[in-house]
């Protein structure tokens, strides 16, 4: 079971509360967790990745274990200690401005 950690307009939509628990079958990968996480809230769909592309959206980043995954290939394997639960994987909506 792995724990994804939803920016707050992404948790509303979903209507959740807290961290979302998934279960994944095989490598635990950014495309794999984001693939449970469309199928079991399909409302998510093409709120991460464009629908399209498959690609994240520019305003989105992907953190684990306090390093920044966003430009990694959606198929690398995460951290050991994501796939085991231990530690969140962390969906964060970036700010633009200056």
């Given at each position: 079971?792995?724990?994804?950690?939803?920016p707050h307009h992404l948790?509303?939509?979903?209507?959740?509360?807290?961290?979302?628990?998934?279960?994944?079958?095989?490598?635990v990968?950014?495309?794999?967790v984001l693939d449970a996480l469309e199928a079991r809230y399909p409302?998510?769909?093409?709120?991460?990745?464009?629908?399209a592309t498959g690609q994240r959206?520019?305003?989105?980043?992907?953190?684990?274990?306090e390093q920044d995954w966003s430009h990694e290939s959606p198929?690398?394997?995460?951290?050991?200690?994501?796939?085991?639960g231990k530690e969140p994987l962390f969906i964060i909506g970036a700010i633009a401005g200056g």
């Open positions: 079971m792995i724990r994804v950690v939803l948790r509303t939509l979903a209507k959740v509360t807290g961290d979302v628990q998934l279960e994944i079958e095989g490598e990968t950014q495309r794999s409302m998510l769909m093409g709120t991460i990745r464009d629908h959206r520019p305003f989105l980043r992907f953190f684990a274990c198929d690398a394997p995460l951290p050991e200690s994501v796939a085991s």
